[in-house]
Structure formats: C-alpha cells, structure tokens
C-alpha cells in the first residue's frame, strides 16, 4: 500500500508539518480576531451571551458552544481558536495520511498549503455555521484517512471503534449545526465505516449507523429539553420565497388568508419586484410583524401546500433560475471584518484585515472561477464518477458526491446565493483533487479475504468482517 518506513528523518518531517500547521492555525487567529462577525454571528453572539432568548432561527448548537467557550475562557475570541484549531489540525492530520500511504513530501504539504488558498482562507475566522459545518466534516475526513491508514496494520477493536465514534461526533455535529449538512454528511460517513472496515458486514454497518444515529438524536434531545431554545418557524422563510416570487400579485390579493398577511405578500412581492430581489423575501421584502414567522408560519404553509400544486411548472422555474444564479453568480466571496453592532465589538488587527482583503478579493477578480458554484459542482461530479484505482479511489468518490449532494440539495431551499453555501464543496473538492493526483503514489488497495476463506476472529477483526 505505498508504506512507509519509520524512520527518523520521516519523523521529522511529520514534525516539521505540524509547526507549519501551528504556525499556520496562530497566524490566522491573529488575522481574524476577535471573530469576523456578520449580522448573523451576531445574533448568535448574543444568544451565547445571554442577552438575547435563545432561538432555532439558526441550529442553536452554536450558540450554546460558544456559550461554553465563553463561560471557561471568558473571551468571545475563543470560537475563532476553536475553528482555526480544529482547521488546521484536521489539514495537519490529513497531511499525515498522506506523508505515511504515498511517501510524498509534495503532496504532504500541497494537502496542509490547501488552508491557504483564497477560496478556503476567506472564511476560516467567519463565526457561521456554514463554516462550523464544513470544518467538522473536514475533521470527519482526517478521521476516515487515519483509518485507511492504519487497516493493513489493523488496530485494536477499541481503536477502531473509538476512531468510528469520534468520526460520527463530527458528522453529528455538522448535521446539527447546519441541517442540509445531512445531504454532505451521509458519503463522509460511508467513507468513515469504509476506510474502518474493509468489508463491513450488516452487523458493522448497523452499529456504525446506531452510532450515527444516536450522537445525532440525543444531543438535539437535550437542547431542545434542557435549552429549549425559541421556536421562530424559520422554514416558513423558504415558503415565503415561492409565494411571493411564483404567484401573480392578483393571485396574492385573492389568496385565502387572513386579510393582513395577505396585504403583507401582495406588498411584498410589488416591493421584491421594485428591488430586483430574486430571493430572501423575508429580509428584503417582506414586512415583519413583531413575533416574526411564528405567527404567520401555519397559514404560509397552508397557502403553500394549496398554489404550488397549481403552479409546478412556475416553481420548478423559478427554483431553477434562483439555482443558476447560485452556480453562475455566486455572490459574496469574503466576508470583511465585524458588521456593525452595539456590543462594542471590533477587529483586533485592521492592517492584517486589510492585508486578508486584499489576498481575497484580489484573486476573486483574477480567478473569480474558483468561487464560482458552477465550477466546485463540476469538480464534484468528476469525482463522483472518475476516480483513479489508487488508495485513495474510495475517499476521492466520497468527497465528490459529499460535495454534489451538498450543492444540488440546496435547489429546493436556498435562501441566497452566497459562496457560504458552497463553501464545504470547494473545500472536499480541492482535496479531493489532490488525492486523485496522489493515487499515482499508491498501489491499489488488496482485496478482501473472501468471507469463507477463514472464520477465526481475530484480535483485530470484527465476526462479521466477511460481509454477511
């Protein structure tokens, strides 16, 4: 499999990646402290802090981390050291994988030099569950690779199945703190039980989903038990959109709501129409009454469920032409600083803003492909269905159709079209590109024993290995 002897010199290049990616991980805490922070950051920011209900606008995960991160560091800074921390160490690890399966110093360092391309940096320090989402998959990938790497030396049951739990937490938490991450998370768990066994059976593959299942079901139990976080009707926002941007203002006046809502969506469909905005009504358009969608959630459901079945043609349309734009005119590729706010909250480093700015938004004018969603959904499906036969054939495929099934889900229930939202895709994509010109390095990988050729369990091997 391309492995390599432990040598010293080979130690000290493992070494030498790991100050690199410290180096690395202080230098961008020190770029984006305290936390380059959005409108939305900071709205979550408050509800960490307490001063604000907490809410299930956005997945309220975050907000009770960083409420944490807060309560023992008392620093909001601590959440972008977690990000950067948790970065880095997935590409230090990842680089690892590498060094040891291919032998290649290039490609070590190409894999841990990936966090510092623009369309990756960009959004590193960026409090937002997009971001939180991605890095956790990333950290599910270094899990997985550990794994490939070490299934011809096979470790202890323990081991495996500690290395499998630790990988389910990450995908757990992706999906929890930004829930279409489910459409990414489902390939990177397939990958993770994959790269653990090489031929699971029914029995392995029950009590890794189990797993999957339970490190997802009793956290979001808790919070909503324990936190009880606000509920805000947020996925009425989505209906909102079709409503006033499939039907025809004389559609609207005759809808049969009640007599202020629908006064609400036919002036906000004139006002969506006045502004050019081709989404996000409930932000751009819409007049908002003070318990925002709550109110109004079951009778825009209701109005929903009852036009777009009249009008499937019209919504598949304009689902469409919302889409493209996410593909071809993908907007805000960096996002600068701190938004303004009364919390007194400012960047700590301007020069080294500035500095971040002028990388970004300098290679968006020079490469402006790289954050395109057209280009990572193509990379992606290349991916998904060209893999080399190398080691690393099965994580290239995984990180292919993670990234496709990301993009394409979000067709139905994009409220924008921003790079965020394509952020995890270039991110498996990039990697998944390196791992493909890598395979040349490795040989392919030796099948399983078939499942009758030896029924002693050993130390090491699950009983039902063979693929029952």
């Given at each position: 499999m391309g492995q390599m002897p432990w040598v010293p010199r080979a130690q000290r290049w493992l070494w030498g990646l790991a100050v690199a990616a410290a180096v690395c991980c202080l230098g961008t805490?020190?770029?984006?402290?305290?936390?380059?922070?959005?409108?939305?950051?900071?709205?979550?920011?408050?509800?960490?802090?307490?001063?604000?209900?907490?809410?299930?606008?956005?997945?309220?995960?975050?907000?009770?981390?960083?409420?944490?991160?807060?309560?023992?560091?008392?620093?909001?800074?601590?959440?972008?050291?977690?990000?950067?921390?948790?970065?880095?160490?997935?590409?230090?690890?990842?680089?690892?994988?590498?060094w040891e399966l291919t032998a290649s110093r290039t490609g070590s360092l190409a894999v841990l030099g990936l966090g510092a391309a623009p369309f990756v940096l960009t959004f590193v320090g960026v409090v937002w569950k997009d971001v939180h989402a991605a890095f956790a998959l990333l950290a599910a990938c270094a899990v997985a690779l550990t794994g490939l790497r070490l299934r011809d030396r096979p470790p202890r049951p323990a081991v495996r199945w500690g290395l499998l739990w630790l990988g389910v937490l990450f995908l757990a938490y992706a999906m929890l703190v930004r829930k279409n991450a489910f459409f990414a998370a489902l390939p990177v768990f397939v990958m993770l039980v994959l790269a653990l066994w090489r031929a699971p059976g029914r029995r392995t593959w029950a009590a890794c989903t189990a797993a999957l299942v339970t490190a997802l079901v009793v956290p979001a139990v808790a919070i909503s038990l324990f936190a009880r976080p606000?509920?805000?009707?947020?996925?009425?926002?989505?209906?909102?959109?079709?409503?006033?941007?499939?039907?025809?203002?004389?559609?609207?006046?005759s809808a049969d709501v009640s007599p202020d809502l629908r006064d609400r969506l036919v002036a906000a469909a004139g006002e969506c129409r006045r502004v050019g905005a081709l989404s996000d009504a409930y932000w751009a358009c819409?007049?908002?009454?003070?318990?925002?969608?709550?109110?109004?959630?079951?009778?825009?459901?209701?109005?929903?469920?009852?036009?777009?079945?009249?009008?499937?043609?019209?919504?598949?349309q304009y689902r469409l032409?919302?889409?493209?734009?996410?593909?071809?005119?993908?907007?805000?590729?960096?996002?600068?600083?701190?938004?303004?706010?009364?919390?007194?909250?400012?960047?700590?480093?301007?020069?080294?803003?500035?500095?971040?700015?002028?990388?970004?938004?300098?290679m968006v004018t020079d490469v402006r492909w790289l954050f395109r969603g057209w280009f990572w959904l193509a990379i992606a499906l290349v991916l998904a269905i060209r893999p080399r036969?190398?080691?690393?054939?099965?994580?290239?495929?995984?990180?292919?159709?993670?990234?496709?099934?990301?993009?394409?889900?979000?067709?139905?229930?994009?409220?924008?079209?921003?790079?965020?939202?394509?952020?995890?895709?270039?991110?498996a994509c990039a990697l998944g590109l390196l791992l493909l010109r890598l395979d040349r390095h490795t040989t392919p990988p030796r099948p399983a024993p078939p499942a009758t050729a030896d029924r002693t369990v050993t130390g090491h091997q699950p009983t039902d290995a063979g693929g029952q």
């Open positions: 805490i020190l770029v984006f402290a305290p936390g380059y922070l959005s409108p939305d950051s900071l709205d979550q920011l408050r509800q960490a802090e307490g001063k604000t209900p907490l809410t299930d606008w956005h997945p309220p995960v975050l907000s009770l981390v960083w409420r944490a991160l807060i309560a023992v560091t008392g620093s909001i800074a601590s959440m972008v050291v977690l990000q950067a921390v948790l970065f880095w160490a997935a590409l230090w690890v990842l680089a690892w994988c590498v606000l509920q805000t009707k947020q996925g009425a926002q989505i209906m909102l959109d079709d409503l006033v941007h499939v039907l025809k203002v004389e559609e609207l006046r819409y007049e908002r009454p003070a318990d925002g969608l709550r109110g109004d959630s079951e009778e825009i459901a209701s109005l929903w469920l009852r036009e777009m079945s009249g009008h499937v043609s019209d919504y598949l032409r919302l889409f493209t734009t996410l593909l071809f005119e993908t907007d805000d590729p960096y996002k600068a600083g701190v938004s303004r706010n009364d919390l007194g909250i400012e960047v700590a480093h301007p020069r080294l803003e500035d500095m971040l700015g002028t990388y970004v938004n300098g036969k190398g080691e690393f054939s099965m994580p290239v495929r995984a990180l292919g159709v993670s990234s496709a099934a990301y993009i394409l889900g979000y067709l139905p229930i994009m409220p924008a079209t921003d790079f965020r939202y394509v952020y995890w895709p270039a991110i």
